[in-house]
DNA sequence: TGCCATAATATTAACGTTAATATACAGCCA
DNA sequence: TGGCTGTATATTAACGTTAATATTATGGCA
């Protein structure tokens, strides 16, 4: 099925050398010969080898994209951003999962770098500990996606996450709530930080003191959204507005709401963040932040596709703007 | 950073092949020399380079994955499960989407074969014009999941549909529902024929009529099974029960009975399929079939490494079993 | 002592490319 | 006629591995 240049090369009684040429449909070439080899190439089904031209070239057109959790759909968009930019300029993508484990991640990295991959995508752990020692010693070039760790800021494509928590939780505040329930992210997400900095800031800025005890931490899924929510009403902690840190934790809120008969938006408010497909077509549409998801992928792949053609260049932040969407789940627009 | 067997070599005073057999801990290399060939390895960050490995031993192991969709939640976690089992087995994943067109799946199959990636696997596209004949002539290993195509029935790793679209439609019928609209998949995935023909079938059995436009055919996501959900009710076709092509497809539905006034399930009884996530924590809580995604997603590369292993092994058809949940969007259980 | 087996290491070639360099043969001009 | 230019092709080496084969030293045994 395959072949090789040598083989083409005993059938045509070319070198290896003009058919790899007449191949790569360089200038000194014969037209003539071209078209006889490039027949021939057809007519055996010969497809060139990418992982010797890989080795010859130094050079794999591959990049390794190492996801912390791709049971997400947010970041299943993200790759999908990340697949479509990489396809347009000719590469390819190696997956690795690391289930928010710095080890795995380690180790991801490590492996990826043996396949010698030009360049590194990752949605990094960010947990207390994580690789951002190992990352700052990498030779290749490489970006973080949607999370940021501290010392390689300008490796990351963020969007305005705070800036966007922040108005949301003024405008809870100036719509009169004053006990607004943060669901926050886990901590070693950076985006949890950053969500959870625009909600006290603003708090501050309404005047409204910060009450630990209206901030809990959920895992950014649904189950845990749900039983968070759950809990924090049996516990008769009250409150009118909810921040939630995602729209899978403003499901599993949204949901207990239901259970524990509050209303929503009447009796409580509610907002998610990402704003994931399907947060339209809840029961109630869902209010939330609108992240460019898929142009977070393409634009970190694009950033890194840069790097990649010039190793010199300096990195820089990219910040990109999200929108709020506000439909049922809340009150004013 | 990376460095070379020969570059070790040369620090070493050891020959490359001694180098070679000591890192890999080959047999017959002094102990000591080991060591002090290890060490000095790692002293000098030195990284294996799997692309002359695989050069030379015509062996990647990586695996093309090809996804028709992997926008869909439900491939994404099929996608995690294939990665899992992937990473056990030591292969690594290169990951291509088709957006469901034909020839972007020749062109990725094609890519993923000069690169000479060890096995395949695929979400397929089904439709009129597929790749079916061109897998035919596939040299290289390859598995098709969660769908299949003509002829090659015996290389797909599929769940129940049939029977648990004929199961669900019957206990519609047996409960007294006689307009059962069924909300199918697009034409070209082919558990739309199968769940089509699960309903049908059951239909029969009842002795209820098959009425066409009862029928409603759907892309598959949440948008459009609200728009034809809508259409549906406006344009005054009866009917007393949903069973949806999917989960996806259901949300909508959902949406739209909601906006028109129906309550679930006391008008209409609705149940979705795949089981996603989240589903169970919508407002009202989405009866579903569970699909075992992640483990059809890791059955299948199993089924692939075997094939990898013994490539004269012969192919047969795997059908994984899923479960249906009654939730609260129907009334039986 | 000489031979053989064994252990440890070295040499060579190959995987399929591509780049650098070399060769062969025109045609052209002085 | 001799040398020069340019075109077309060929040869060689290299990328970093590993497998097959070769070499060397050592110890045991008759």
Known sequence: ?????KELSELSGYSMNTVSRALRDEDDVKPETKAAIRNLAQ?????PNRVAKSLRL???N???VVSADSANPFFAEVIIGIEDAARSR?????LVNTEEDPARE???IEVLLGRQVDGLLLIPVCGERNNSEYLKTLSIPFELIGRWLPGLEEHSVLTDEYEKANEITSLFAKNGHRDILHLSGPTFVSGSLDRLRGYRDALEEAGIPFRDNLVVMTDGHAEDGYHKTYEAI???LNFTAIFSFNDLVAVGALRALKECGYRVPKDVEVIGFDDLDYSRFLHLSLSSVRIPKQQLGRVAFEELYEHMRDKSKTYGRRTLESRIMFRETTLFD
């Open 1 to 5: 099925m395959a072949g090789s240049l």
């Open 58 to 60: 130094g050079k794999t």
């Open 90 to 94: 000719n590469h390819h993508m190696l």
């Open 62 to 64: 591959t990049i390794g």
């Open 234 to 236: 049996q516990s008769e």
């Open 43 to 47: 007519q055996m089904g010969y497809t």
């Open 106 to 108: 380690l180790e991801a």
